[in-house]
Each structure stands twice: as C-alpha cells, then as structure tokens.
C-alpha cells in the first residue's frame, strides 16, 4: 500500500476534521492553527534504519537522553550514524560504552541483521497497510508497538497513527481528558479512534501541547 504525504489542502480537512471530532482536540487546534505535519516530521529520522534506531534507542528514554547517546553513537563512526553492516561490525563494548543497554544492542543487532539479509525490507514494507506494516516491523527482536508505530509515522509517514505506548502521548492524552493516570492503552485507544483516519496529526496537536505544558 504505497501512501502518498499529505498535501497542505489534506491537512486543511483534516484539521477540520479533528475540531468536528472532538471540542478538546479543537481548542488544540486553535491553539496553533499554523502547524505544519510535514514541517514536524522533518525533523524527525525518515530513513527506515535511522527511524529504527531512535526508535529502538529511545524506549523508556526522553527524548534528549535519546539524542545523547546517539550522538555519542555517531561520534563512534566519523559523526554519523552506522550502516547495519558498521554496527554489526562494531564491538558490543563500544555500543554499551555510548549508553546502550545490553538488550538494546541486542535488539539493534538483530534489525540490522534483518535489513543486511532482506528480511526487512522499506520499500516492501510501503507496500503494506499499517496493521501489515506493523506486525512485519515487531517482528524484530524488541520491536513493540511503541517502536513500530513511531517507524510508521516518521519513516513510512502513514496519516493514521496513533502511537498509545509512546509516554509523552499518553501523558498528554491524560491532561487533555483529565484521566486518571497510568491511563491504560484501551482508554488511550479509544480516544484515538475519534480523530480517524487522521490520528497522525491528532498526535502531533497533543506532542505539542505537552511540549507547551512543560514550558510553563
């Protein structure tokens, strides 16, 4: 299933859409009228391995916790992130040295292994819906809904994700709706299934809200 970006007009709807949706999502929307997906998602990891790799290093890690050990992975190969083959090369020593964990590096191993042989494949995997797409994704070693959802959205830029294990999500889906916190993944979900087919930028309106919350 090859999926196309939306275009600035798609995005119009859809931001009309997501105030019909729901009166809290649309003071959101409101709030910051002007927000350009696109603009977002660039900068964020687009390339399938470097998608895989933020993903798989930032579980249960903030953000900037992520960009520093990647950074410090980088600094282990010229200033720039490894090729699967570089990594596979490179001494496990070295990967837990820059802040990896011992299952992550595992986990990292076994993905590059995967595109090395082919079983992972980008273009192949655009050819998939997203419940496809996920499911050949989580089929890595540690590859969960968090990691798979966020290759969706930054790499393969599918319009309909609604990534419930990320935490920065979740805790802004709690605030937003005043749940009562660890709000489960089920509730998470069902306020997510609102906003389709255009949960995507629905995450985003709430990424940024958090982002403005914590900047009081």
Known sequence: ??????SADSWAVAKASLRAADPRMASLVDADPTLDPGTVLDGWPTALWDALVFNVVGQQLSVAATRAILARLRALHDGRLPTPAE????????LRGVGLSRAKTVYLR????????????LERLRKLD????RAEL????????????????????RPDIWPAANLAL????????ELSAPAS???????????????TLAALYLYRSGRREAAR
């Open 110 to 121: 076994d993905l590059a292994e995967r595109l090395a042989d082919g079983r992972l494949d």
């Open 185 to 199: 993944l089920a509730d998470i979900d069902s306020i997510g299934d609102r906003f389709r087919p255009w949960r």
């Open 1 to 6: 299933m090859e999926t196309v970006p939306p």
């Open 138 to 157: 989580m089929q890595g070693k540690g590859v969960g809904r968090f990691t798979a959802d966020g290759v969706l959205m930054f790499a393969l830029r």
């Open 170 to 177: 979740r805790r802004a889906v709690e605030r937003v709706w």
């Open 87 to 94: 990594l596979l090369a490179t001494d496990t020593e070295n």
């Open 130 to 133: 997203d419940d496809a797409a």
